[in-house]
């Protein structure tokens, strides 16, 4: 009887896998916080909504208004406001972009070993449903070998 070779059973020698979400909050500092919090308000239809709101309004009184213009036409003042959000919220937004374009990468790198891990355990998968292949071959040969001989015990019976 021929004997049965398997391969030995994959070991998994690896990490568990961890969370990108996980690893990433645990790194953010309160500037991230703030600067994602920001992006988040800032990029938002209700933020554009309450700021045409407020711009619309301060244009109106400052247009119909009879005795005090706090800044008339053409609005330097609300320019100089409009301005100095938008320097200030550019570079946070940017700072969000920046630590989501580094959460990303860690990301991508933490695809990557799971691409690698998948891949060891199927060659593992494979190996053994190749054994088991040629462990079914053998066994099929073997029972074809005892069925000749099962017949011809039978016939001799008779």
Known sequence: MPHLRFPEPFAH??????????IVEEHLTIGNRAADRVAKVVGSWRFIIIQSVLLAVWAALNVTAWTQHWDPYPFILMNLLLSLQAAYTAP???????????RDR???HNDYELNQK???EIRAILDHLSAQDEALRQIHGMLVDLRPSANTRASSQD
Not at 13 to 22: A, G, I, K
């Open 92 to 102: 946070v937004i940017m700072m969000s972009q920046n630590r989501q374009d580094a």
């Open 13 to 22: 020698r690896h990490p568990p896998v961890q969370s990108v979400n996980e």
């Open 106 to 108: 860690i990301e991508d």
């Open 118 to 120: 998948a891949e060891q």
